[in-house]
């Protein structure tokens, strides 16, 4: 997992995080984990494949029948 250090946060701003992860039960670190998530990937965000299906729909869609090759592989030789 990636790591952000956030360097000349005031105290102010450091007190109300404190003060909102005791709210929510959590630590100041999970808070702010949580605030970050909400703010990056919001809950009504679109998604890309919603969206090609909504744009396609009106043309009646395709059915693939995929199927998974399973025959193992067989390992490379370097000699």
């Known amino acids: 997992m990636a790591a952000i250090t956030v360097r ?3 105290d102010d701003t450091h ?3 404190r003060l909102r992860a005791a709210e929510h ?6 808070e702010i984990r949580a ?9 009504d965000r679109v998604k890309m494949g919603d969206a090609l299906i909504e744009l396609f ?3 009646g869609g395709v059915d693939l029948d995929i ?4 025959t193992p592989v067989e390992p490379l030789s370097f000699e």
């Open 67 to 70: 199927t998974r090759d399973r």
């Open 25 to 30: 039960g959590r630590s100041t670190e999970a």
């Open 15 to 17: 007190r109300a995080l």
């Open 8 to 10: 000349n946060l005031s």
């Open 35 to 43: 605030i970050l998530d909400d703010i990056a990937r919001p809950k």
């Open 57 to 59: 729909r009106p043309l």
